[in-house]
């Protein structure tokens, strides 16, 4: 009877999220790990057949690095940006376009999901200006290729949800000539899931959420309102890699996104834990 109960806890959620966009931001270990990897595919493949439409943006910082490594470059990071010049520009796209974004791909069709590989510059998908160079301490810091999204071209993602595809998209963005543009993968989830309407942004990540003690799992905050966001900050509650995570929530959600979830991938099945039952698995943010 357990499993009964677990699929009509579902019924309601299936019911009220049917025909809904669901942007999952893949990230962490539901990257890395082969066994996470086959069971978010799954899970994503399981939101197409109850009638969701799930579109996928993915990072890939580690993999970046450890290529350039590999190529005798090393990465060069300022206040948590990657500096990106043209070689390295060439590698990210080699590795996200190349690489991540194509395995993702084919864990997708492996468990009978349509799927199909987007880079940012594909039919100028999204549309990005370089990032301004900044005084920090005295000094000009230029990041180089890192750009800021300007605009999502959502005509081209409508087309193949329509068609029953799973977008799967890079961070890789091309300015008015023609550049290629490094882009933050949680900036662009959130942009994207604005730009589509969606009605969830998920975040996978290798944190349960967050925590209102870093050392103590146990201490994860369900729920969490934006206006309660600042507070939180302020208390050193929400800190470090979190900060710009939760900023992207906020963002999508002041641009029409309804909820926000940041659950840790490394658990099995955590994404149809947190959008199938009561309690879900990491922090929501809402308004």
Same mark, same amino acid.
């Given at each position: ?6 699929? @009509? ?62 190529? /005798? ?34 864990? !997708? @069709? ?25 005084? @920090? ?23 193949? !949800? ?38 969830? !942004? ?27 966001i600042p507070q939180l900050i302020e208390d050193g509650v ?17 641009? /029409? ?31």
């Amino acid at each position: 009877m357990k499993d009964i109960d677990v699929l @009509i806890e579902a019924l309601p959620y299936i019911k009220k999220f049917h025909d809904k966009k669901i942007l999952i931001k893949y990230g962490g270990h539901a990257m890395v790990d082969d066994e996470a990897k086959s069971s978010t595919a799954r899970d994503t493949v399981l939101l197409k057949y109850v009638g969701m439409q799930p579109l996928i943006v993915h990072g890939g910082g580690p993999d970046i690095s450890r290529s350039m490594n590999k190529l /005798g470059k090393e990465p060069k990071f300022i206040q948590g940006l990657r500096v990106t010049d043209e070689e390295t520009m060439e590698i990210i796209e080699m590795v996200l376009v190349g690489k991540i974004s194509n395995e993702i791909v084919s864990e !997708l @069709i492996q468990h009978d999901g349509k799927a199909i590989s987007l880079s940012g510059k594909d039919s100028s998908l999204i549309f990005a200006h370089k990032k301004e160079a900044k005084k @920090i301490d005295e000094e000009i810091i230029d990041l180089g290729l890192v750009g800021e999204v300007d605009c999502v071209n959502t005509d081209l993602l409508d087309m193949f !949800l329509q068609n029953d595809y799973i977008p799967v998209i890079s961070p890789v963005g091309i300015a008015k000539d023609g550049t290629s543009l490094n882009l933050n993968a949680d900036t662009v989830a959130g942009e994207v899931a604005s730009a589509v309407g969606a009605e969830k !942004l998920i975040i996978l990540t290798d944190v349960p959420g967050v925590l209102r003690n870093p050392d103590d799992p146990d201490s994860l905050i369900q729920k969490i309102r934006v206006c309660e966001i600042p507070q939180l900050i302020e208390d050193g509650v929400i800190s470090g890699g979190m900060i710009p995570k939760i900023e992207t929530c906020v963002k999508a959600i002041e641009e /029409g996104v309804k909820s926000c979830h940041i659950i840790d991938g490394r658990k099995k099945h955590s994404l149809l834990l947190e959008i199938f039952t009561t309690d879900g698995i990491g922090t929501m943010i809402f308004k």
